[in-house]
């Protein structure tokens, strides 16, 4: 069942800039108009319980279509249909089914407790006094935030902040959730942690969700499919796994020999490092198989030990953004 | 059912904007302790200036009314503070975008997130104005129809000027810097609605475009010695229901077309 459904999406933003032919005191005053195509022309589908990655470089139009698609800004052209929404001309009856997390921006309020945040945002959703008490309780204990829910929202470190902010969209039970670096900034536990509960959150509660983010961790531990998006058009919309298959292009092998080797060489294998007992190496498997890298190495010397890597997601992701 | 969740919400808009106020209690004694030092200057000066003119009344008016009219006026200003800041902020910062995707009207939101915090005030800064009057400058000679009009004129006038705040902070929806607009208006406000100088005491036609100006009908309740019937009451009362029309006409459509002009950064 299809959830969103987005057609020829389109956002030009238009910005003044200081006028080239400005000179002097005045011609500071001078300005020229200039458009900035934030979105261009994007279409794609997601299906209920779906967990889509939506990541490009900064810039690349990811956090513009996010606040299209929850009817925060209204698009140039095109069209989209949330849960059969259009979000920007009935926003508030999409914001009840809808969850939006801005890593950058806190929903909660500062100064206050998150508890009396929640009991807000209860009565903002029009959840009776029953339904939130039960849904709080089970979002407590999901994502283990009992101890600091009396305290203000200052007080709490990051990672406890953001789990907060998920708690107090997930309240009303959304059928999609919206996250724009959920991560940002978080130590590497608070990361896995916060992965974990949006993990089980899609498991159980079968909540569609739609993440960007810079942290390739993210993408792997979370999204089955990926879209890729910069300079605002889609180059990429696959599973996260073709991901590395359509684009690994280099395997490296890193070589550890018995005796000592001055100068290794060998045809279309490119060495990284070169030691004194070992090598790293990477072989473009677009010109040269592995496997007959690896056969002539064997042969050649006498090997202690051996690693085969694929590249990380995150170089991945880099390379295919300068591609493009 | 339904009317009754709606209230429920924006209750607890108000409720919660009523905790905020007291997560610093420190901030706000402090306010009240400033607001008491400021009338009390402006008790000074007043009493000082009608000694030093060897009168007791101007056009029937005396320090203590003056006084007192000054130390109204700025109730309105300490209940209202914030509100321009607060929007204009939150639509050039980007922060409008946890509003927009919530289920609620963003004007009415912010209006009463705005407003929340007034009663408390309201008692603070009421109880220490009127301490701070009695003690040192007098009781002025109140009529029935003075007292009975004060509440009305303040719950309307603060009404209006929250309002008054609101249309002016939405021009960041155009504008990539509102404080000049904002800056010019208060200082026009000063000027027309006897935040220095008492109006009762300025010539009539002064009064009279005074009485016609938007920016200073929210602080009717500083000429509550101008009223002595109910037919005075019930002017400056509906000047106030025409201003409100008025202004939430235009916020209204300020938001309608701003709205569509909300231009947030990305990551």
């Keep these: ?324 | 059912m339904n009317l009754k969740k709606k209230l429920k919400k924006y209750t607890e808009v108000i409720s919660i904007a009523q905790n905020e106020l007291f997560a610093s209690p420190s901030n706000y004694i402090a306010r009240l302790f400033i607001h008491a030092l400021r009338i009390s200057v402006f008790g000074i000066i007043y009493s000082f200036v009608f000694n030093e003119s060897g009168k007791t009344t101007i056009d029937g008016f005396t320090a203590v009314n003056a006084v007192w009219s000054l130390a109204l006026v700025q109730i309105i200003y300490q209940c209202s503070r914030n509100t321009f800041t607060q929007i204009k902020d939150e639509i050039l910062s980007g922060q409008i975008e946890t509003k927009l995707n919530k289920p609620y009207s963003f004007i009415v939101f912010s209006f009463l997130d705005a407003i929340g915090q007034a009663p408390a005030k309201f008692l603070g800064f009421a109880a220490v104005t009127i301490a701070v009057l009695i003690t040192f400058f007098g009781v002025p000679d109140f009529s029935i129809i003075q007292l009975v009009g004060f509440l009305p004129l303040f719950i309307l006038g603060l009404i209006l000027q929250t309002l008054n705040l609101q249309l002016i902070a939405l021009s960041a929806f155009w504008i990539e810097n509102p404080d000049p607009v904002f800056w010019i208006t208060s200082k026009l406000t000063w000027i027309v609605n006897g935040t220095f100088v008492p109006l009762a005491i300025l010539p009539i036609a002064f009064r009279t475009v005074s009485d016609s100006f938007p920016l200073s009908a929210p602080f009717f309740m500083g000429r509550i010695f101008e009223i002595n019937s109910i037919s005075d009451l019930g002017k400056f009362l509906l000047i106030q229901l025409v201003w409100i029309m008025i202004i939430m006409f235009f916020i209204r459509i300020a938001y309608r077309k701003g709205i569509t002009k909300v231009s947030i950064n990305g990551g």
Excluded at chain 1, 190 to 218: P, Q
Excluded at chain 1, 240 to 258: D, H, S
Excluded at chain 1, 281 to 290: F, G, P, Q
């Design chain 1, 1 to 324: 069942m299809e959830q969103i459904v987005v057609s020829k999406l389109t956002k030009v933003f238009e910005t003044k800039i200081k006028s080239k032919d400005a000179k002097g005191f005045f011609g500071n005053l001078k300005t020229e108009k200039r458009e900035i195509v934030a979105v261009d022309n994007i279409s794609f589908t997601v299906n209920k319980g779906e967990t889509l990655a939506f990541i490009g470089p900064n810039g690349a139009g990811k956090s513009t279509t996010i606040k299209m698609l929850t009817g925060i800004l209204y698009p140039t052209s095109g069209s989209a249909s949330i849960i059969g929404i259009n979000p920007w001309q009935e926003r508030q009856k999409l914001a009840f089914r809808i969850g939006t997390v801005f890593g950058q921006k806190s929903q909660l309020s500062f100064h206050l407790p998150a508890e009396d945040s929640f009991r807000l945002f209860a009565r903002i959703y029009e959840l009776e006094d029953t339904e939130y008490k039960k849904r709080l309780g089970e979002l407590i204990e999901i994502f283990n935030i009992e101890e600091y829910l009396k305290q203000p929202l200052r007080k709490l470190s990051l990672g406890q902040r953001m789990r907060c902010e998920i708690v107090a969209s997930l309240l009303h039970n959304p059928e999609i959730i919206f996250l724009d670096e959920p991560t940002i900034g978080l130590d590497v536990v608070a990361k896995r942690d916060l992965r974990d509960v949006l993990r089980n959150i899609n498991k159980e509660w079968n909540t569609t969700i739609f993440l960007t983010s810079h942290d390739t961790g993210d993408i792997e531990a979370l999204c089955k499919r990926t879209i890729i998006i910069n300079h605002g058009k889609m180059i990429y919309d696959d599973k996260t796994l073709n991901l590395k298959r359509k684009y690994i292009t280099v395997k490296r092998l890193y070589i550890r020999f018995e005796e000592k080797i001055d100068d290794f060489k060998m045809d279309d294998v490119t060495v990284l490092v070169q030691g004194r007992y070992g090598v790293s190496l990477e072989v473009n498997t677009t010109k040269r198989n592995i496997r007959s890298v690896l056969e002539e190495i064997i042969k050649k010397y006498s090997i202690v030990d051996i690693n085969v890597e694929d590249p990380s997601l995150e170089e991945i992701i880099s390379n295919i953004y300068e591609q493009d």
